[in-house]
């Protein structure tokens, strides 16, 4: 046994159908995914679209996407890209984020076409002793987070470009305009981030200009490649957005206790979900609150009426640390399991 | 490579300071640790308490507490005992919850000394089908999750009987009383809790009566056994008390951008933190946000100033579910990493 392995038995690794998973289990609607990958083709086709694995961390699900046309990818953490040249799904990988690790990107980059993002002095010389040969400049264009201003840029690439790296272009994320409800408001402020981004990317040059996100995906017309992952799967925080995207994931739990004052709790707690953006819901009652390993769901005369044993489908509230927080994703149609992901992008 | 498991290199997995840990990664201050343990030991020592591996989900960490005459552990998944059944912690293992799982039960007390917690005819029938021979009779005793009522609970310990199982006795979590701040106002809110739990006890019989927790270690003297596991790293949610565990856990992270505007970004995000009782806590200055692989520092004038690659320590603000994001925890010494402990019991 090795950390953080379960040691299940041959019958709980291939369950055939959702009433025989162990739970908490994480369960994707095979059809309902499909259905969001196809409405994001139409939109972003081929290499107009960069996924983003950080939402999914899972090579299986990123290799669903390459096959779709997808074949260049980005990630959040060296470990990402890691897992991602293991799998051979290294066509044209980005690391959409900054990093000191040098001997880690020196391992990759002898093995796999890295693109990183830079947005300093150190994150450019950890690319030159990392034999990193590409890179996009990252650009600060309104989030308090990584990026330079428009200004430093060029310097940037410059210096960059004197140690022999491809400048493919810029990067610039405009995450704080992803829940902007409103449409027009957003395509104006979006518009407004971008000519920060283009504004550094006419001083910098390339082919590259990367942002964007599930939440800005057909809004976002100024870049030339949009950064998304959570469309493939969304979750609740998503779904208040008009979007083409239904919510795919859930988590399957046990009732395993009821009480006759008004209650039923399920196995699966917070630690089987990220809590950041909620807690997750219940379509067919109320969730009171999360223990760490319980959910107590309230037991109303409107709601579904439980027993101890029944099984209940909790929704997460943000795909991206719910998904972190699992082994695998259980592929489903209807109650049929029919395939198995495995999460294995996770930690760093 | 398995799943989950980051293939990093020999020199990565046997660092020998904090800076040469790869971040994110969770450290333990062994001093503090040590501290914390003692001071549990001086009020609660050997059988008194029962440690919870749910706070820190490794069993290289539950020796430490079994060698200092802690050998009796409770659990909240099954995956939990069957871990500490695997390394031999297998004394007295409780399930202080319900499963329906009656053939992981059935594989469990093939092997290892387990009771389990049972509200219901369900799980008592599960612990029947899985071989059990010893359970609890789990009692609400004002929170809303798990447990029969003390009118219910004698006759669930009747039927459990007429199967040949041995009722140990009562087990009932005063959870919701865990952060009341006032000393007496707790005392007295704890004290009508366990009447209820002390008159199921006077129902069912047997010798013991296990509940409480970190919060409430000193002040529950009405049961026989304290269920408690957080004390040993504490965090900024039980810090709020006043009570002798000190935060011993921390997250380090690495600054990778700074902002001229203001601010400063580090790689630990969201991703490895339990965020249900908020963010973590930058003792040096303000944390302004998270987000899956960052969190944002305000750079204020008074604040430490920091520089791209400086190391920052966050705390987090709930131990559990922090733990259960991390591989291990590095064991330190001021800056020297003295011990790795596997953070193996995850998952379930």
Same mark, same amino acid.
Request: a negative charge; proline letters at 4%.
């Given at each position: 046994?090795? +950390? @953080?392995?379960?040691?299940?038995?041959?019958?709980?690794?291939?369950?055939?159908?959702?009433?025989?998973?162990?739970?908490? /289990?994480?369960?994707?609607?095979?059809?309902?995914?499909d259905?969001?990958?196809?409405?994001?083709?139409?939109?972003?086709?081929?290499?107009?679209?960069?996924?983003?694995?950080?939402?999914?961390?899972?090579?299986?699900? #990123? !290799?669903?996407? #390459? +096959?779709a $046309?997808?074949?260049?990818?980005?990630?959040?953490?060296v !470990?990402e890209?890691e897992?991602?040249a293991?799998?051979?799904? =290294?066509?044209?990988?980005?690391?959409?984020?900054? *990093?000191?690790?040098?001997?880690?990107?020196?391992?990759?980059?002898?093995?796999?076409?890295?693109?990183?993002?830079?947005?300093?002095?150190?994150?450019?010389?950890?690319?030159i002793?990392g034999?990193?040969?590409?890179?996009?400049?990252?650009?600060?264009? $309104?989030?308090?987070?990584?990026?330079?201003?428009? %200004?430093?840029?060029p310097?940037?690439? %410059?210096?960059?470009?004197? /140690?022999?790296?491809?400048? !493919?272009?810029?990067?610039?994320? %405009? $995450?704080?305009?992803?829940?902007?409800?409103?449409?027009?408001?957003?395509?104006?402020?979006?518009?407004?981030?971008?000519?920060?981004?283009?504004?550094?990317?006419?001083?910098?040059?390339? =082919?590259?200009?990367? @942002? @964007?996100?599930?939440?800005?995906?057909?809004?976002?017309?100024?870049?030339? %490649?949009?950064?998304a992952?959570?469309y493939?799967?969304?979750?609740?925080?998503?779904?208040?957005?008009?979007?083409?995207?239904?919510?795919?994931m859930?988590?399957?739990?046990t009732?395993?206790?009821?009480n006759?004052?008004? &209650?039923?709790v399920v196995d699966?707690?917070?630690?089987?979900? @990220?809590?950041d953006?909620?807690?997750?819901?219940?379509p067919? $009652? *109320?969730?009171?609150?999360?223990?760490?390993?319980?959910?107590?769901?309230?037991?109303? /005369?409107?709601?579904?009426?439980?027993?101890?044993?029944?099984r209940?489908?909790? !929704?997460?509230?943000?795909?991206?640390?719910?998904?972190?927080?699992?082994?695998?994703? &259980?592929?489903? +149609?209807?109650?049929?399991?029919?395939?198995? &992901?495995?999460?294995?992008?996770?930690? &760093?």
């Amino acid at each position: 046994m090795t +950390d @953080g392995q379960s040691p299940m038995s041959a019958a709980q690794q291939s369950p055939a159908t959702v009433a025989e998973l162990t739970t908490p /289990a994480l369960v994707i609607d095979k059809p309902t995914f499909d259905a969001n990958c196809a409405a994001m083709d139409a939109v972003l086709p081929g290499l107009k679209l960069r996924p983003h694995v950080k939402a999914f961390k899972s090579t299986d699900l #990123a !290799r669903q996407l #390459a +096959d779709a $046309g997808h074949t260049a990818f980005c990630a959040a953490t060296v !470990r990402e890209l890691e897992g991602m040249a293991a799998a051979g799904l =290294d066509h044209d990988l980005l690391l959409a984020n900054q *990093t000191l690790d040098a001997p880690r990107l020196a391992a990759l980059s002898a093995q796999a076409d890295v693109t990183i993002a830079i947005d300093s002095d150190e994150t450019l010389q950890a690319a030159i002793d990392g034999g990193v040969k590409k890179v996009l400049i990252d650009v600060e264009v $309104g989030m308090p987070r990584c990026g330079c201003s428009p %200004e430093e840029a060029p310097r940037l690439a %410059e210096k960059a470009r004197a /140690a022999g790296i491809d400048v !493919r272009g810029v990067m610039g994320y %405009e $995450g704080h305009l992803m829940m902007v409800m409103d449409r027009e408001s957003k395509a104006r402020k979006v518009e407004r981030a971008m000519a920060i981004l283009l504004e550094a990317h006419e001083k910098v040059g390339g =082919d590259v200009v990367s @942002g @964007g996100g599930t939440g800005t995906f057909d809004i976002n017309t100024w870049v030339t %490649e949009i950064q998304a992952g959570s469309y493939v799967v969304s979750d609740t925080h998503y779904d208040q957005l008009d979007s083409p995207f239904k919510q795919a994931m859930s988590v399957v739990a046990t009732v395993i206790s009821v009480n006759s004052k008004g &209650w039923a709790v399920v196995d699966a707690g917070l630690k089987a979900f @990220g809590l950041d953006h909620g807690e997750p819901t219940w379509p067919d $009652g *109320t969730l009171m609150f999360c223990s760490d390993e319980h959910s107590t769901l309230a037991q109303r /005369a409107d709601d579904l009426k439980l027993s101890v044993g029944d099984r209940v489908m909790l !929704r997460p509230a943000h795909v991206d640390p719910t998904v972190a927080r699992h082994e695998q994703f &259980w592929v489903t +149609d209807g109650d049929t399991i029919v395939d198995r &992901w495995a999460i294995d992008l996770r930690h &760093w």
